[in-house]
């Protein structure tokens, strides 16, 4: 058993469930890793963090991993946070940083999650994984599904950004496009792991990727020198990275690390096309139904179900939030709008929590004067369809009437 972990528990009916086995879903629900926090207070300290390398294996008392050995890692480093004072001004805030999770292996956050995903499944003797994604989740599994040398099969929609197709052949993945969402492709991977030998890495439906996205908010934390901001700005999909941020900060404040006992509010974002978590969250509900005709040029948000819906929705709630639906028709703007301003590669599921935030300082739900995370959770290189421009072109042989420029 990893050092640490006490045991797993089933998220829908606290069950105790063996931490040295292979699992899935229980009940058809996720499982918890817990640990045990004690242990961890009594050994490890904030100063001593202090030493280690910078990557996010320096918070491994709080992973379930066995051995270093077991890593399988690409060099997934701390990210930077960085005041955005131009964005913030424009949106009536004086106080707004992004987190630039862009910088990660592969190019989004997702890698944090399927380093510890694939470590914990190379451990336990997989040798053949597959996945639904809507994009990027697809692209970093592959890459460690071949750091680890094992086998792995992604599904996607026929629409998924083409960098995301092209980056999972790439790294060797058997790469299918299925004429659906992610749901869709969900099911094929569903109906086919037992005879394919698939080890199911979707979203939530093995305890580790939840662990591995922790590492983001721990990260956050320790760079905000424990002293969490006032509200966190998220996009939603699948809400690993929701989910995950809400037990980070429950982790934290067991340990007694954080300054304050006041938790960030967190603000789940999605788009006016795709919107399951906040059309519950509107009507009190606990479950999410599926959004029918899901579209979003932020594809990592075009999740019309998600199985850890209550998950999501619960952590929101607790944390004092909201969820908030932007529309579908300006994110492009608003990516141009950030981008422009500070130069950081939002994506446009971040570009969707830009215009939250403008809708939120407006509704003066954020304080001109609150600290405020943004989350840029991927490159804005990987969405060629959503950045592709005309540009004026020049004849080499042609003088330039530059005036007119
Ligand atoms: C997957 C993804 C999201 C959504 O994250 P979840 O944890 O699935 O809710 C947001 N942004 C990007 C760039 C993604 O790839």
Request: hydrophobic fraction near 45%; proline fraction near 6%; charge should be neutral.
């Given at each position: 058993m990893?050092?640490?972990?006490?045991?797993?528990?089933?998220?829908?009916?606290?069950?105790?469930?063996?931490?040295?086995?292979?699992?899935?879903?229980?009940?058809?629900?996720?499982?918890?890793?817990?640990?045990?926090?004690a242990a961890?207070?009594?050994?490890?300290?904030?100063?001593r963090l202090?030493?280690?390398?910078?990557?996010?294996?320096?918070?491994?008392?709080?992973?379930?991993?066995y051995?270093?050995?077991?890593?399988?890692?690409?060099g997934?480093?701390m990210?930077p946070?960085?005041?955005?004072?131009?964005?913030?001004?424009?949106?009536?805030?004086?106080?707004?940083?992004?987190?630039?999770?862009?910088?990660?292996?592969?190019?989004s956050?997702?890698?944090?999650g399927?380093?510890?995903?694939?470590t914990?499944?190379?451990r336990l003797?997989?040798?053949?994984v597959?996945?639904?994604?809507?994009?990027n989740?697809?692209?970093?599994?592959?890459a460690y599904?071949a750091r680890?040398?094992?086998?792995?099969?992604?599904?996607?929609?026929?629409?998924?950004?083409?960098i995301?197709?092209?980056?999972?052949?790439l790294?060797?993945?058997?790469?299918?496009?299925?004429n659906?969402?992610?749901?869709d492709?969900?099911?094929i991977?569903?109906e086919?792991?037992e005879?394919?030998?698939?080890?199911?890495?979707?979203?939530?439906?093995?305890?580790?990727?939840?662990?591995?996205k922790?590492?983001?908010?721990?990260?956050?934390?320790?760079?905000?020198?424990?002293e969490?901001?006032?509200?966190?700005?998220?996009?939603?999909?699948?809400?690993?990275g929701?989910?995950?941020?809400?037990?980070a900060?429950?982790?934290l404040?067991?340990?007694?690390?954080?300054?304050?006992?006041?938790?960030?509010?967190?603000?789940?974002?999605q788009?006016?096309?795709?919107?399951?978590?906040?059309?519950?969250?509107?009507?009190g509900?606990?479950?999410?139904?599926?959004?029918?005709?899901?579209?979003?040029i932020?594809?990592?948000?075009?999740?019309?179900?998600?199985?850890?819906?209550?998950?999501?929705?619960?952590?929101?709630?607790?944390s004092?939030?909201?969820?908030?639906?932007v529309?579908?028709s300006?994110?492009?703007?608003?990516?141009?709008?950030?981008?422009?301003a500070?130069?950081?590669?939002?994506?446009p599921?971040?570009?969707?929590?830009?215009g939250?935030?403008?809708?939120l300082?407006e509704?003066?739900?954020?304080?001109?004067?609150?600290?405020?995370?943004?989350?840029?959770t991927?490159?804005a290189?990987?969405?060629?369809?959503?950045?592709?421009?005309?540009?004026?072109?020049?004849?080499?042989?042609?003088?330039?009437?530059?005036e007119r420029?």
């Amino acid at each position: 058993m990893p050092r640490y972990v006490s045991h797993l528990e089933g998220a829908i009916d606290v069950a105790r469930l063996d931490p040295d086995v292979l699992h899935t879903l229980h009940q058809d629900r996720p499982i918890w890793v817990r640990y045990d926090l004690a242990a961890i207070g009594r050994e490890l300290t904030k100063e001593r963090l202090l030493s280690r390398p910078e990557t996010m294996w320096r918070y491994r008392e709080l992973l379930p991993y066995y051995d270093e050995s077991d890593v399988v890692s690409l060099g997934e480093r701390m990210t930077p946070l960085l005041p955005a004072p131009r964005l913030g001004a424009k949106l009536g805030t004086g106080n707004l940083w992004i987190k630039d999770e862009s910088l990660l292996p592969t190019g989004s956050f997702k890698s944090r999650g399927l380093a510890m995903a694939i470590t914990m499944a190379k451990r336990l003797g997989v040798k053949r994984v597959a996945l639904p994604t809507a994009g990027n989740a697809g692209g970093a599994a592959a890459a460690y599904a071949a750091r680890a040398g094992m086998e792995c099969f992604v599904f996607m929609p026929e629409d998924t950004p083409a960098i995301n197709q092209y980056e999972c052949a790439l790294a060797g993945a058997k790469t299918f496009l299925v004429n659906g969402l992610i749901n869709d492709c969900g099911r094929i991977v569903r109906e086919w792991k037992e005879r394919m030998c698939w080890f199911d890495l979707s979203t939530l439906k093995e305890p580790y990727r939840i662990e591995g996205k922790k590492t983001m908010w721990l990260d956050l934390a320790e760079q905000c020198g424990w002293e969490l901001p006032d509200v966190i700005l998220y996009p939603t999909g699948g809400g690993t990275g929701l989910i995950g941020m809400w037990k980070a900060f429950a982790e934290l404040a067991e340990l007694g690390w954080l300054r304050s006992a006041k938790m960030p509010r967190m603000v789940s974002v999605q788009s006016s096309g795709c919107a399951p978590i906040v059309t519950a969250f509107e009507k009190g509900e606990r479950f999410a139904e599926v959004f029918p005709n899901a579209h979003s040029i932020a594809s990592g948000i075009r999740v019309p179900a998600a199985v850890g819906d209550f998950m999501i929705l619960d952590a929101v709630r607790q944390s004092g939030g909201t969820a908030i639906a932007v529309d579908e028709s300006r994110i492009q703007e608003w990516m141009r709008l950030a981008v422009a301003a500070e130069g950081i590669p939002l994506c446009p599921e971040s570009a969707a929590c830009v215009g939250a935030l403008e809708h939120l300082r407006e509704s003066n739900w954020i304080k001109p004067t609150d600290r405020v995370v943004l989350f840029n959770t991927g490159a804005a290189q990987k969405y060629l369809e959503a950045i592709r421009t005309e540009l004026p072109r020049l004849d080499k042989s042609q003088p330039v009437a530059w005036e007119r420029m």
